[in-house]
């Protein structure tokens, strides 16, 4: 193999298309301001993965509405979800008497969902409801509910859309999956 092969980065494969998740987002929206006719919300984004399905989400969303954004990090290994995570921008407004929906870009085992559910549920929301683009059902190991979701996938690791792997391809405008190369 010629050696600038060897070097080069390999695009990820897509496994949904861009025209496939700006449909869906428009039903999900559809959804949500049917569910939330004449109420106002809070639409939480869960940094970082979630930033760009946030914003299309958002703007699709024709409520009244205030954003705010919670950062979390998972403790360990990236790869393997402990269900334990760190908070790394917390939401400084009250969210008593609120209606929140908080946007997370892939369930996995539900671990994370689930810890932010609880910890926002202290702070005595009027209503809390989930909308996430990617669930994987197999993996899953809590019994949450998303409440609006974009679409299952299988086990494998995606990338793009806002979603990154080692920091790099949330710039893609699609839901990509990365090759092994063996
Ligand atoms: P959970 O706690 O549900 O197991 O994990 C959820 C988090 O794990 C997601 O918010 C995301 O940050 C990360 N995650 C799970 N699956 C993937 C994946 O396929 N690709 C990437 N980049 N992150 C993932």
């Keep these: 193999m010629p050696m600038y092969e060897e070097n080069s980065i390999k695009q990820p494969k897509v496994l949904i298309p861009e025209v496939k998740i700006q449909a869906r987002i428009a039903e999900l929206a559809q959804e949500i301001n049917h569910d939330y006719r004449g109420k106002e919300i809070t639409a939480i984004c869960v940094l970082k993965g979630s930033f760009i399905f946030f914003s299309d989400m958002i703007r699709k969303i024709d409520l009244p509405m205030t954003c705010e954004f919670l950062g979390v990090s998972s403790y360990g290994n990236k790869m393997v979800s402990s269900g334990e995570i760190k908070v790394t921008l ?16 892939i369930v996995d085992t539900g671990l994370t969902l689930s810890y932010m ?66």
């Design 90 to 105: 917390d939401i400084h407004e009250p969210l008593e008497k609120k209606n929140v929906i908080l946007f997370e870009d």
């Design 117 to 182: 559910l609880n910890m926002l549920k202290t702070r005595k929301p009027a209503s809390i409801k989930t909308c996430a683009l990617l669930l994987k059902p197999e993996s899953l190991k809590t019994d949450i509910d998303v409440d609006y979701l974009g679409f299952k996938v299988g086990n494998e690791f995606v990338v793009g859309y806002g979603v990154d792997f080692a920091g790099k391809w949330r710039g893609l405008p699609y839901i990509g999956y990365l090759e092994h190369d063996h």
